[in-house]
């Protein structure tokens, strides 16, 4: 996750982004940033992909499951590592499949980055998520804006309990 690089909180951090909270459940890394002034604390909790992805410049690295309460907004996003995503025409459409259950087309929104694809709307991102639960594995398909095919699996063993924190914080 991208708050890897955040300092633990202290006395120290009074004022500054720092991580209050880490936590694994299963394959889930979970986190709880403070803010430097006082707005809502944020959550992310992610998985990574079992397999790398090819990116630019011949660098691999896994895909990231991401579920998140930022700013009292649930959030569902899966970043692909290197690659330049985008939600013009089918660049936004995520084929997902759970466990056994027959593949499902989704279209989702890029990030800012251009590094994922998402749902930032909790109304959107809500369903999607309890859909998950109860299910083991998530195998996930997209095509990169430079038209390579990203498919990427991952463990979702363990989202209920995991997610609890996610929903207490953004209250559903």
């Known amino acids: 996750m991208a708050s890897d690089a955040l300092p633990d909180c202290s006395a120290e951090t009074v004022g500054v982004r720092c991580i209050e909270r880490r936590e694994e459940v299963g394959p889930w890394q979970i986190q709880e940033l403070v803010p430097p002034v006082g707005s809502q604390n944020a959550l992310l909790m992610s998985s990574q992909s079992f397999q790398t992805l090819p990116g630019m410049f011949g660098l691999e690295e896994p895909a990231e499951l991401i579920l998140s309460c930022i700013e009292n ?57 309890v859909g998950l639960f109860g299910s083991e594995r998530l195998l996930v398909s997209a095509t990169s804006f430079t038209g390579r095919t990203l498919n990427a699996s991952f463990s979702i063993q363990d989202i209920e309990p995991a997610a609890r924190s996610l929903r207490d914080l953004c209250r559903w």
């Open 73 to 129: 907004t649930t959030q569902f996003e899966v970043r692909f590592g290197q690659n330049f995503m985008s939600d013009v025409g089918d660049f936004g459409t995520l084929v997902y499949k759970l466990d056994d259950a027959a593949p499902v087309l989704l279209r989702l929104v890029a990030s800012e980055e251009n590094d994922a694809l998402g749902l930032y709307v909790g109304a959107e991102a809500i369903p999607l998520i």
